[in-house]
Structure formats: C-alpha cells, structure tokens
C-alpha cells in the first residue's frame, strides 16, 4: 500500500477546460506515489473557514513532480470561490492518496470497460494512461458522457489515442445535444456481451447505482465491478 502523507503542491498552470471546469497543475515533491484512481484532499481556507475536499487525480502515475486535478467550478461553492481567484504560485496543503477505486491488475478478463461522465472521467483516465501501454494484449474501452459537446473533456486527445492504440475504443456519448456520435446515457451502450469484462464506473449517484444494476441483472459478477461514486 503506498503511504498516505501530507505535502505542499505549488499551482504551475490554471486552464478552463470547459466553462464549469478547470485544470489544476500543482509541482509537487517526486517522492510522492499513488495508484492510478485514486483521489487526495486539499485544504481550502475561505476567510477564517478551512475545509478539507477530495479530488480524484487525473495524472497518471508515471508523471513524477506533478500532480494534475480536474475541478468543478459551482456557482458560490466553498471550493469554487478559492479556486477561481487561484493564481501561478499559489499554494495548497494536499493530503492522500486515499481510496481503492484502482485498476484490477490481477483480473485475468480481455477487456476492461470504463463508464463515467462529467468529471468522473478524471479517475478513468488516469487508469488507462497507466496501464493501457502495460497491456497490449487487453481491450480497454472507454464510454464517457457528458450534456453537450463543449463538456467533453479530453476530447480530442481521447480520440487520439485510440487512432493509435489498437486497443483502446473512446465512445463518446451526449444527452443534450445531436451529433453523429452516440446520444443518451453511458449505461444505454453497454451492449450484451459483457462475459470477460472488468467494468470500473465513476460519476454521480445515479448513474453508478443504475450501471452497477444493469450489469449485476445481465449476470456480471460483483468482483468484476469497481466504481466510485461522487456526491
């Protein structure tokens, strides 16, 4: 297990990468190892209110000196009014890695199937940066959802990857606008063949709960499914 500790991150780069989210890149010391899913706390003083909030990290671990974050910006949220006034120098105490939401390197299954949407893709990609390179010979597909075009992140690199990854399939899906991509919810394409699969789901309530169901009511077994659920 990889030792929880308590460091200092200095913000090195703030990017929107949508209107509701930012990228957050924070120089941190080299010696601090993670698992790829897994999420840290960052302290967040507001006037003399201090508060810890959990953010999943979406470098993959191989990115040593850099810890990179995908944040939500909420209108008058606690966090959100910090992290906008956020500036190059900044810094912020991170505790962590917490959490078991990783990649299941001991599944002997073909294919590992990854479903989030919003920012629960942040955990997602940090395990198929890690790993698909490790395993050639392993499907990794990746369903990801979001309202509108404009909230899909990583878009363009995602769809890169796959044109160079024999083994790697981005499926892209939006349920408030028409493209000639997929439209709907995540867990409307998860097709039926689902025997030798690892599924790893992340988002909101409902979408981890209503995926979790589909897949134990198609006969998935429960050790094959991993998932985190943010509130």
């Avoid at 392993?138 to 890169?160: A, C, N, P, R, V």
């Avoid at 499926?171 to 919810?185: A, H, I, Q």
Wanted: with cysteine; charged share 25%; proline share 3%.
């Amino acid at each position: 297990m990889t030792e929880i500790t308590t460091f200092t991150g200095t913000v090195t780069k703030k990017e929107n990468l949508t209107s509701e989210v930012i990228l957050l890149s924070l120089k941190i010391s080299e010696d601090f190892t993670f698992k790829a899913g897994q999420f840290v706390t960052i302290r967040i003083n507001n006037g003399e209110e201090s508060k810890l909030k959990s953010y999943s990290i979406l470098s993959p671990p191989y990115q040593k000196g850099q810890l990179d974050l995908c944040i939500k910006i909420i209108s008058g949220g606690f966090a959100s009014e910090i992290f906008e006034k956020t500036a190059m120098g900044n810094e912020f105490e991170l505790k962590g890695p917490f959490g078991h939401f990783i990649f299941d390197e001991e599944s002997s299954n073909t294919e590992h199937v990854f479903l989030g949407a919003g920012t629960g893709l942040v955990p997602l990609y940090s395990m198929i940066k890690e790993h698909l390179p490790k395993h050639p010979n392993k499907k990794f597909t990746l369903i990801f959802g979001t309202k509108t075009q404009k909230d899909l992140l990583f878009h363009e690199e995602l769809q890169q990857l796959e044109n160079e990854s024999s083994n790697f399939t981005y499926l892209p899906t939006l349920t408030r606008e028409y493209w000639d991509g997929k439209s709907g919810r995540v867990q409307e394409h998860l097709g039926d063949n689902l025997k030798n699969k690892t599924f790893y789901i992340c988002g909101l309530k409902e979408l981890v709960l209503d995926t979790k169901g589909i897949l134990v009511s198609k006969g998935v077994d429960l050790k094959n499914i991993k998932y985190q659920r943010y509130s």
